[in-house]
């Protein structure tokens, strides 16, 4: 079974602060992708980052970064220096012989 | 996304109506799906499609009928709607399949969604 699971239902925080959203995955597949998509409040969904089950490096892209650990089965996304902009539902998804969304985190950032 | 546009963007129904959602997509992919998104369940998929001509069931197809006929258009159907069925509905598109759904895994590109309400 795949399972995808986002214990944060809702972040606030303060503009500038980090924040990081958790994601946690269960699967039975050796070789699987990890994605995480943002959904702005004006609704679409937009692809941020796609790893998969092999490449365990960190990585950085401009304020955001992702944090891949198997031996935990999560993959951690943070945010640096958050911005009011950055205010959106964030789901975290597990591919392996299907694709499974999590429920998503809802972060306010407030000025 | 400029690439996938889903029409109507909104609509209430009575119990029992029926409507289609149409889905487009410009970018020449060959697979396409339908999601529904509910609060605190993610996205679900409800059917989708590895080609023109070709239909497939999802997580939660019960209740949708979908229609491929021609590549760029992908078409969900409901023939007799029911307020389970209120959600907002995402199409979305890809050139690369999905494992367990098409041969490859890749991105996916949304529409904007369309948010149903059934009385």
């Known amino acids: 079974a795949q399972k995808v699971t986002q214990a944060q239902t809702e972040i606030s925080v303060v503009e500038k602060e980090d924040v990081t959203l958790d994601c946690v995955y269960e699967?039975?597949?050796?070789?699987?992708?990890l994605f995480w998509y943002k959904q702005p409040p004006s609704g679409e969904l937009v692809f941020l980052i796609r790893?998969?089950?092999?490449?365990?490096q960190n990585e950085i892209s401009g304020r955001y970064s992702w944090n891949f650990q198997k031996s935990t089965s999560s993959f951690n996304f943070t945010i640096t220096a958050s911005q009011v902009v950055d205010s959106a539902v964030y789901f975290c998804a597990l591919h392996g012989n299907k694709l499974v969304f999590g429920a998503g985190t809802i972060l306010r950032v407030k000025s | 996304n400029a690439g996938v546009t889903q029409t109507p963007k909104f609509r209430v129904l009575k119990t029992g109506q029926s409507m289609t959602l149409l889905c487009a997509q410009d970018?020449?992919?060959?697979?396409m799906y339908w999601y529904r998104q509910d609060p605190g369940m993610g996205l679900r998929l409800i059917h989708y499609?590895?080609?023109?001509?070709?239909?497939a069931k999802g997580e939660v197809p019960d209740g949708y009928n979908v229609s491929r006929l021609k590549k760029q258009n992908f078409l969900l159907g409901l023939e007799s709607a029911a307020p389970s069925q209120t959600s907002v509905y995402f199409c979305?598109?890809?050139?690369?399949?999905?494992?367990?759904?098409?041969?490859?895994?890749?991105?996916?590109?949304f529409g904007e969604g369309s948010r149903l309400t059934v009385l």
């Open positions: 790893r998969n089950s092999f490449d365990e």
């Open positions: 499609s590895v080609g023109e001509g070709t239909t």
């Open positions: 979305a598109s890809s050139a690369l399949g999905l494992a367990g759904v098409g041969p490859n895994t890749g991105e996916l590109f």
């Open positions: 970018m020449n992919h060959e697979y």
């Open positions: 699967t039975r597949d050796t070789t699987y992708y």
